[in-house]
């Protein structure tokens, strides 16, 4: 049986790519210098691609694979899939759910943790040889304080669990109410008027770009923490620098950005936030995980099996 031709549209990890190889034909679009090439040479025969969760697949790309029959997202978050045209198209799309949950939930948390106990703040203090010149400043405690979060999903559940356990109240904002014992906000702007920490945990995508706007974070206030772990384009980075500037948000905890892997110099220079490189599922295990689910799903689908983590 001849190996499928996919189409590899990001770098990703040797883990996934030496079974990849060892079942496709691959060919690195993200890699090659030539691109329009590449496509006119082999873009009629390709009938899979392999993206990560921040990648794009344009719909003008996906016109010059008349053969496409399945895009597989090594990530939860497909906002760079126009699930739309593919499903018009009869192109199926899987992502990866479920297997990253946990430890995008455990970073979610620690960052509320970081944030509010100013812990990278007192790491520095202390390798400074300040503390020889006097105590840390006190930070806050997170017990009595509230939680709200955007997007109740199954990362969102997640992160209400583990800061329930810190002794923080639950809040939440979403399309529909569910049966779940955490009160709902069908205003997201009361919602941050009640949180301490807004905690963003909902899907990214034209529908969520900029949810989080400078009326947003006036409403979380001079008390408050942002926290996002979802997609940068959730947030309006701009409007997020200014009101880090200006002290109309106590402080922010971010794993995701606008422009990755591009940050903000003035973003950069906020001492009041804590910036990581998108690093929420970045263990062995779960990139493992994902990588299981990317192979399987092609494997399914080319032996004509029920996928494994469909989108459509």
Not at 196 to 205: E, K, R, T, Y
Not at 216 to 222: K, N, R, T
């Amino acid at each position: 049986m001849e190996k499928p031709p996919v189409l590899v549209l990001a770098p990703l990890p040797d883990f996934l790519m030496e079974p990849l190889r060892a079942a496709h034909v691959c060919h690195d679009y993200f890699h090659a210098e030539d691109k329009n090439a590449l496509l006119t040479e082999v873009g009629a025969e390709i009938r899979g691609i392999v993206m990560a969760g921040g990648s794009v697949s344009p719909v003008p790309l996906l016109e010059r694979l008349p053969g496409l029959e399945i895009i597989s997202v090594f990530g939860v978050g497909y906002d760079g899939v126009p699930v739309d045209w593919c499903q018009g198209h009869g192109i199926r799309v899987t992502n990866t759910p479920d297997v990253l949950t946990e430890d995008v939930a455990d970073t979610a948390s620690a960052l509320v943790l970081m944030t509010s106990r100013r812990l990278i703040a007192a790491n520095r203090f202390l390798h400074a040889g300040a503390w020889t010149r006097g105590p840390f400043p006190l930070a806050h405690a997170l017990r009595g304080k509230r939680a709200g979060i955007v997007g109740l999903g199954r990362i969102g559940k997640a992160i209400a669990h583990r800061l329930e356990a810190h002794g923080m109240s639950v809040a939440y904002h979403g399309r529909a109410r569910q049966e779940v014992a955490w009160e709902y906000f069908e205003s997201l702007i009361e919602l941050a008027e009640a949180a301490d920490f807004l905690i963003v945990a909902c899907p990214g995508g034209a529908a969520t770009k900029h949810l989080i706007n400078a009326a947003v974070l006036a409403a979380l206030g001079a008390k408050g923490t942002l926290i996002n772990i979802a997609r940068g384009s959730v947030v309006d980075e701009a409007a997020l620098i200014a009101a880090l500037q200006s002290g109309v948000i106590r402080g922010a905890g971010l794993d995701v950005f606008e422009n990755e892997p591009q940050v903000p110099e003035a973003l950069m220079q906020c001492e009041n936030a804590i910036l990581l490189p998108h690093l929420s599922s970045g263990t062995h295990e779960t990139r493992r995980e994902m990588a299981r689910l990317v192979v399987e799903n092609l494997a399914a689908h080319f032996s004509g099996e029920p996928l494994l983590t469909p989108v459509c």
